[in-house]
């Protein structure tokens, strides 16, 4: 499958069947968050993979959608402040690191048959209370894996801007 292709199959999904993963399916996927460019090569990254159910329940808590329990592995992707490049003018890249990171789940999820969808809108101070993180690791966002069951495509993954609507040459 073309890259454009695997791009355009990927979707936020939003149903899970209770289907498990094996865990060479996961580390296929960890993989290639692995191997994801970051800032200066930093790579502050931190991936929790959580099985356990009653993990997931309490993890799941932490968003306002219960779909999200119905995946069989949700992935805490976390970023390390303490490591990340920052810019001249002090912008820390962590949070883009990590969106690099989580971006290369997505598309690997997709090659291998598996759903996924960004979930960004959590409460990250109560996911940092659950997982004990410490100070300088913050959860970026919430990742559900699984097997998609129930769920098609929906239209608005479909419509796009067009390539002139986004793109500037030379000049803004």
């Known amino acids: 499958m073309s890259f454009l292709s695997l791009a355009t199959k990927r979707f936020s999904c939003r149903g899970y069947s209770s289907k ?6 996961i580390e296929q996927v960890l993989e290639a968050a692995r191997v994801a460019p970051s800032a200066v090569n930093a790579q502050p990254i931190h991936l929790i993979v959580i099985t356990d159910v009653s993990l997931r329940e309490e993890i799941s808590s932490c968003y306002s959608r219960p779909w999200l329990a119905s995946a069989p592995v949700i992935i805490v992707a976390c970023g390390d402040h303490s490591i990340s490049w920052r810019r ?35 409460d990250a101070m ?3 209370e659950i997982l004990k993180l410490p100070s300088y690791v913050s959860p970026i966002a919430l990742i559900p894996l699984g097997y998609p069951e129930n769920v098609e495509k929906p239209e608005r993954h479909t419509k796009r801007k067009s390539l002139n609507e986004i793109v500037r040459w030379n000049k803004f």
């Open 20 to 25: 498990p993963i094996s865990r060479e399916v």
């Open 126 to 128: 109560k996911c940092s």
């Open 88 to 122: 001249a003018d002090g912008k820390d890249h962590c949070d883009i690191d990590v969106a690099i990171a989580v971006d290369h789940i997505t598309l690997a999820a997709a090659d291998l048959g598996l759903g996924t969808c960004w979930i960004c809108k959590f």
